[in-house]
DNA sequence: AGCAAATGTTTGGTATGGCAAACAGTTTGC
DNA sequence: GCAAACTGTTTGCCATACCAAACATTTGCT
């Protein structure tokens, strides 16, 4: 595989994606719905681009729209942001729980890299972790 | 610190500008010099989009030209290229050495993260890789 | 000298992803 | 009922970052 360094931008979904879908996904559970006002309001971007950004990921499928405007994933959605979790969890775990890194630095560290690790290693890491908690926690 | 995830493209470097510092790097090491077109072709990208991305990392202060064009890094281009080849071998040694994970699908995962790690993380993943090595090795 | 190849820059196009601001609907309150 | 507030979309603009293609310049060879 050549131009592994091109690859960067060629993930299943971008950050700022990801994270619109987790704003929908978090606002539903929450608070029961989610319009483009709520999301742009928890992503602190203005409606317009939450918009424009809604509408993207509509015409992907990841996220439906009722009658009523109110944002909902698809059940790919729902996959894509229950695995962007997982991987910022599981290297939060490791950040914080192994390496001793600040909390706040972790969050951001973590954050960062949630859509970027491949399913590999997030599962290997998942495993490495479990073996650690069980011999040091 | 609010809103951790738009500090996504708040980096000291794009993925994308750290490359072109490394492509300088490693050609002038190699072969003694690097050039618009070297550069270029080491990247696989055409010489217009190189041009302007030097040009840009020139404004920038971290590569400078000579009479003759020839590229070189600045210091402070060294400085954070340098930090960028760290993190990359700091995290590829722990996905292959601690996660035993494909050095393959480990080279893209480091390649992906490498200008985004936080330098605690990166200070702290060193410290862990030593002990690990030590102990395991 | 002169032409061709190599090198480098600029221009216009794509896409993402921010912004402000204009605009269009809907809902709410008086 | 009507104005104000709220919600959503669209339009221009900015920046990054790629492309192709036109253009300019420099180098090299005969």
């Known amino acids: 595989?050549?131009?592994?360094?091109?690859?960067?931008e060629e993930n299943?979904?971008?950050?700022?994606?990801?994270?619109?879908?987790?704003?929908?996904?978090?606002?539903?559970?929450t608070r029961g719905y989610a319009r483009v006002t709520?999301?742009?309001?928890y992503l602190n971007i203005t409606t317009g681009s939450a918009s424009t950004n809604l509408k993207n990921l509509k015409s992907k499928g990841l996220i439906r729209e009722d009658e009523n405007k109110f944002l909902e994933l698809t059940d790919e959605g729902e996959a894509v942001a229950t695995a962007?979790?997982?991987?910022k969890q599981l290297f939060y775990s490791f950040l914080v729980d192994v390496l001793n890194v600040n909390e706040e630095q972790a969050d951001i560290d973590s954050c960062k890299t949630e859509h970027l690790l491949s399913a590999e290693t997030a599962q290997k890491l998942e495993k490495f972790l479990n073996k650690y908690k069980?011999?040091?926690g």
């Not at 595989?1 to 960067?8: A, I, R, S």
């Not at 971008?14 to 559970?29: G, P, Q, W």
């Not at 709520?38 to 309001?41: C, G, K, P, Q, Y």
């Not at 962007?84 to 991987?87: A, L, N, S």
């Open 1 to 8: 595989m050549e131009d592994v360094w091109k690859q960067f």
């Open 12 to 29: 299943n979904i971008t950050h700022s994606a990801a994270h619109h879908l987790l704003a929908v996904r978090d606002l539903k559970k």
């Open 38 to 41: 709520d999301v742009a309001r």
């Open 84 to 87: 962007v979790i997982k991987r």
């Open 134 to 136: 069980k011999q040091a």
